[in-house]
Structure formats: C-alpha cells, structure tokens
C-alpha cells in the first residue's frame, strides 16, 4: 500500500515504453476491473486508478506509485 491518493479529474503522468505520457484520472479503482485487455486486481486496502491518456484517449489502470501529479 502506498500513501499517494488521486482524485478524480487530476492531470497525471506514468512512463511507457514509448515515453511519459499525460493524462487525467478518472476514477479509483477498489475491485478487480479490466481496462485495454488488462485486469487489475484492486482493493479497498490497495486501490488502483483508471486514467485516460491526453493523446489516445485510452484508458489505462495504474498502482498508485506509478502516477505522478503533472
């Protein structure tokens, strides 16, 4: 568990293979959820946050630790 929190609507940024991308959280995640083929295994004690990039407009589910307030 970590002590970053988000809030839905905050800009955001996380490292890809093709670079640092932004985008905005758009809610936190506290149950398993699938996202892009994805599925994270979130919990009320280890949320995870869904973000939707600025240049695809894809969605995306992140660890809290990978995010960081652009």
């Known amino acids: 568990m970590t002590d ?3 809030t839905s609507g905050d800009h955001v940024k996380w490292d890809t293979p093709q670079g640092e991308t932004h985008g905005k959280v758009v809610r936190k995640e506290t149950s398993t959820a699938k996202a892009g083929g994805h599925v994270a295994k979130a919990t009320k004690k280890d949320p995870q946050y869904r973000v939707k ?7 995306a589910i992140h660890k809290p630790e990978e995010l960081r307030k652009a």
């Open 53 to 59: 990039s600025d240049k695809s407009g894809k969605e």
């Open 4 to 6: 970053k929190t988000f």
